[in-house]
């Protein structure tokens, strides 16, 4: 079992919701932790909350890459080689994909994908030289699995976190790093008001905040789930190597319909003219996959 006490934390969206929670529990594990986030005001508000030593603030937009890597050494320069990564950042634009400006498109990749990739280019290397194994926590949502007309490009986003973690998870086993996905349902949390940090520069084709709508987010997300209990539910994860964590049980049935319906929709056609090569092939891929998962989750 992975041993988190004396271990360097860098999170991501580490000032505000999940983020800061998951930097709690960090410290109450005896981790020194990095909290990185572009809102720097609330990066000085979470620090007077954790009256502790051995976190720092960094500001941070996730999507630039220079920005992550100047940040990466600042961490490590005051807290040593971070074994230990939480790309959580992200933000959220309740709208749906037909109604929405490459602008838009340009934001939310940039910050729930792109942010995603610039952590784990940054880190990866880094975690793999220090060679003290440890574990990345990349925050996607249950939006990467279950989608309805909006929010589209949120859910384009969540699907390929899900996916490059998974592919990573295979990759960065044998180095003794874990990789998780975290799928929360509902958060009680700011991410209703994205709006405050759309950069200027991605603004001129965005459609005008609806401030009714933007208020019926933060009541609803008054119901989510505290990011404590999400934060110790993540450690938990972590601490059994799990793939994915789903911190919201009540999403199971709605996965088991799902699964249920994605089957469906294949088909018994009849073996076409290269069935029996390419199947034969594919069972080689097929072992080769199933030995991947047993690797990844053999870890000590
Ligand atoms: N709120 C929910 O209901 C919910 C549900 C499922 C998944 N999530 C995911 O959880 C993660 C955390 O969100 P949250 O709900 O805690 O929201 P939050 O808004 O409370 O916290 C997100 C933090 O990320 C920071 N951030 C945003 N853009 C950034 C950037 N470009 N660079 C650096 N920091 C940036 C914000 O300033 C904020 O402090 C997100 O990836 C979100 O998509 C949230």
Not at 75 to 85: D, F, Q, R, T, Y
Not at 262 to 290: H, M, N, V, W
Request: with cysteine.
């Amino acid at each position: 079992m992975l041993q988190l006490s004396g271990r360097t934390a860098f999170v991501t969206g580490g000032a505000n919701g999940i983020g800061l929670g998951v930097a709690r529990a960090l410290l109450a594990e005896g981790c020194k932790v990095a909290i990185a986030d572009i809102r720097e005001d609330a990066i000085a508000a979470a620090l007077k909350t954790l009256d502790n030593q051995d976190v720092i603030g960094v500001p941070l937009d996730v999507a630039s890459r220079s920005g992550f890597a100047d940040a990466a050494d600042r961490a490590e320069g005051k807290l040593g080689p971070v074994s230990l990564l939480f790309n959580n950042a992200g933000i959220n634009l309740f709208q749906t994909i037909d109604e929405s400006s490459y602008d838009d498109w340009d934001w939310v990749m940039g910050v729930n994908l792109h942010g995603v990739i610039n952590g784990v280019m940054t880190f990866a290397p880094r975690m793999k030289a220090a060679g003290q194994g440890g574990h990345i926590v990349n925050t996607a949502s249950m939006a990467s699995f279950l989608c309805g007309p909006a929010p589209g490009i949120y859910n384009t986003t969540k699907f390929a976190v899900r996916g490059m973690s998974e592919s990573l998870r295979y990759s960065l086993a044998p180095h003794g790093i874990g990789v998780s996905v975290l799928c929360p349902g509902l958060v009680k949390s700011h991410i209703y008001a994205s709006d405050e940090i759309r950069p200027a520069a991605l603004s001129a084709n965005a459609k005008p905040v609806d401030g009714a709508a933007v208020d019926r987010l933060a009541q609803i997300h008054q119901f989510g789930m505290e990011p404590d209990v999400i934060a110790a539910r993540t450690i938990d994860g972590i601490r059994e190597n799990r793939f994915h964590i789903f911190s919201h049980p009540e999403f199971r049935d709605e996965l088991d319909t799902l699964f249920g319906e994605i089957l469906a929709d294949f088909r018994d056609y009849p073996e076409d003219a290269g069935f029996s090569q390419r199947t034969g092939f594919e069972k080689i891929r097929r072992e080769s996959y199933e030995s991947a998962r047993r690797t990844a989750r053999a870890r000590a």
